[in-house]
């Protein structure tokens, strides 16, 4: 199926230029194109917000009938579509389709002054579609026909974050190999890494699945059911049924970059001071100063090929359902599963400590 990297993420949202509006001066994405009513897209607007090589478009629905409304209305704000660059989009779709896929979207060709976009859309996981996105002539172009670009801004700022790391995916229980078995199928996904995760008295089942490419990467996640409920149970609850619980973006200075979010508003989860006290327990060495980690919160794995640092916002959804990861690999190829229970440790610890 020849898929690349992730060409974008579009967003469903009540508010696209809210939404814009958080993203532009929180993380420093810039809005460089727009689709609405003033170009023949009556039912909706959409903006195209770029930063490194990471592209977002959020979209609100403007009529009852476009599917952002119906979707916004389940779910809340949230990912709706993660595109795939692939060389042939219409073969991408039938070979799809054929392999099981549910068509979304059939080929649809745009073109302009020399540029032309092949688009095509099938259904992946709870109602996240894929979207087959064939490109040639002037890249920044987006969509030509469909979305004004604006003109370049001589100031883009400093680019903090490069490209979409991977997705995290809350599934139902019972649903996680079958998903396995349909991104291997239909995409030619391979699973690279699988965990079984227990915190305290709940636990997560985890397969991550990965493109020939390595450059479309799904981590899947399952509640287990024996277990006393968790987050994962809480983000299924709250989003009303699968769906992207956070995309994790790729920076290379995660302590600059987070110093800099933070100073421009972005909330970013706390983490107790007993668990820095234990990372030499869990390390060796860390490649970054543990004190830089602790004034910034910043989080730390290891694994066989290197360590990976990382940090969760809070998150800005009234249903406190998706947020955003800012992650520095040195080496590392696996998600950060170790902090999970060091956190759920550090946690009790502090309880302890701080209990009468």
């Given amino acids: 199926m020849d898929i690349g990297a992730v060409d974008h993420v579009e967003f469903y949202v009540g508010d696209a230029q809210q939404s814009a509006f958080y993203l532009c001066t929180g993380f420093g994405f810039r809005v460089c194109g727009q689709a609405g009513p003033e170009n023949g897209q009556a039912d909706h607007r959409s903006l195209l917000l770029r930063q490194g090589g990471t592209e977002i478009v959020l979209t609100s629905a403007l009529t009852p009938d476009h599917p952002a409304a119906a979707y916004v209305a389940q779910h809340g704000d949230g990912v709706a579509n993660i595109a795939f660059e692939v060389s042939d989009a219409a073969k991408a779709f039938a070979l799809a389709v054929e392999r099981g896929a549910t068509a979304v979207e059939e080929p649809v060709v745009h073109s302009q002054d020399g540029t032309e976009v092949v ?160 990372l030499q327990e869990r390390f060796v060495r860390s490649n970054l100063l543990v004190e830089d980690l602790r004034r910034t919160n910043v989080l730390i794995d290891e694994d066989h090929w290197g360590q990976v640092f990382q940090i969760f916002t809070q998150s800005q959804h009234v249903r406190k359902t998706f947020f955003w990861e800012v992650i520095d690999r040195h080496g590392a190829r696996t998600f950060g599963s170790g902090n999970i229970k060091a956190l759920y440790e550090a946690v009790a610890r502090e309880k302890i400590t701080s209990s009468p």
């Fill in 119 to 278: 688009t095509a859309s099938v259904l992946g996981f709870g109602d996240v579609a894929h979207r087959f996105v064939q490109r040639s002539g002037d890249r920044d172009q987006f969509l030509p026909g469909v979305m004004d670009i604006f003109a370049a801004d001589p100031d883009e700022g400093e680019q903090l974050l490069s490209i979409v790391d991977h997705a995290a995916i809350c599934l139902p229980a019972g649903q996680l190999r079958s998903t396995v078995a349909f991104y291997e199928k239909v995409f030619g996904f391979s699973q690279i890494f699988e965990e079984f995760i227990e915190v305290g008295s709940q636990a997560m089942d985890s397969k991550v699945v990965q493109s020939p490419s390595g450059k479309v990467t799904f981590t899947l996640i399952e509640p287990v059911t024996d277990r006393e409920p968790g987050q994962i149970d809480t983000f299924l609850a709250r989003h009303g049924g699968a769906g992207v619980q956070h995309l994790a973006l790729l920076c290379d200075d995660i302590v600059s970059t987070v110093e800099t979010l933070g100073n421009r508003g972005v909330a970013f989860l706390q983490t107790p001071g007993s668990y820095y006290d234990q």
